[in-house]
């Protein structure tokens, strides 16, 4: 159960944030703060409360949270983003992370992890080596998991942006799969949700106790997820979207 999330407010400077996707074009400031609002209130919905930071207008993708850290069940981790213009959004992360973290680590140089690359189930955690997260930081990252007790390994891709950008874990043995992970041997256990080709962006969906975030426009996925007995709540990202962002970047959840 997840009782606790952290997000930080958009900033005005989104606009500029990084893309592989120009041709969906840049973000609507206004809209992207309302998709936000009602990003944070289905996080209440699901019994969650959500801890909201000021805007960051020197980092304009600063709004995505999750890969500036990894928030597990015995510590707390900083990573070290594998985009640059991102690293100085760790900055004073460590001490938001302290008000409920005793037990805090961090990646360090040359290792680059960004959270989006980091898939928990359970005890178990999938390191994505994408462009993003390097073979040192994963190997970090699992070393810090090892000494907890917990564990961790390597998933290859070749694709993807992130390791969530085409799989999440929805909890009780199921997971949506989507892209170059439809056939990976990691994920063949599991009782598989696959995404078509043409919804790929519904991927990245999150689970908060009782139900399944999912982004808005995707009926095919939303009809696949309900038929798997979940609850859905659907959450508008378009604006977010637009820098490959979804519905998990948007926070830290424990």
Do not use: W
Request: net charge neutral.
């Amino acid at each position: 159960m997840f009782t606790k999330a952290i997000v930080r407010r958009p900033a005005k400077s989104l606009v500029q944030g990084i893309t592989s996707n120009p041709q969906l074009g840049k973000p609507d400031y206004d809209k992207a703060l309302r998709q936000h609002d009602a990003y944070i209130a289905a996080l209440e919905k699901c019994g969650v409360a959500v801890k909201v930071l000021p805007a960051l207008e020197a980092y304009p993708d600063s709004c995505f949270m999750e890969d500036v850290a990894l928030c597990t069940r015995k510590f707390a981790l900083v990573t070290n983003p594998g985009a640059p213009s991102r690293r100085g959004e760790i900055e004073g992360i460590a001490e938001v992370l302290a008000g409920y973290f005793a037990d805090i680590d961090r990646i360090r140089a040359p290792g680059t992890l960004e959270g989006g690359d980091v898939m928990m189930v359970g005890d178990r955690f999938y390191v994505g080596l994408s462009a993003r997260t390097n073979a040192e930081g994963a190997r970090q990252l699992v070393a810090a998991l090892e000494k907890r007790g917990l564990s961790g390994q390597g998933v290859d891709m070749r694709e993807m942006l992130h390791l969530k950008t085409g799989l999440s874990y929805l909890e009780e043995g199921f997971l949506l799969v989507a892209g170059e992970f439809l056939a990976a041997p990691e994920f063949a256990s599991f009782k598989r949700i696959e995404v078509a080709p043409e919804e790929s962006y519904a991927a990245n969906c999150i689970r908060v106790n009782e139900h399944v975030l999912v982004p808005s426009g995707f009926p095919k996925t939303e009809a696949r997820i309900r038929e798997a007995g979940l609850s859905v709540i659907l959450v508008d990202t378009s604006e977010y979207r637009k820098l490959d962002g979804g519905l998990s970047c948007l926070s830290l959840r424990f």
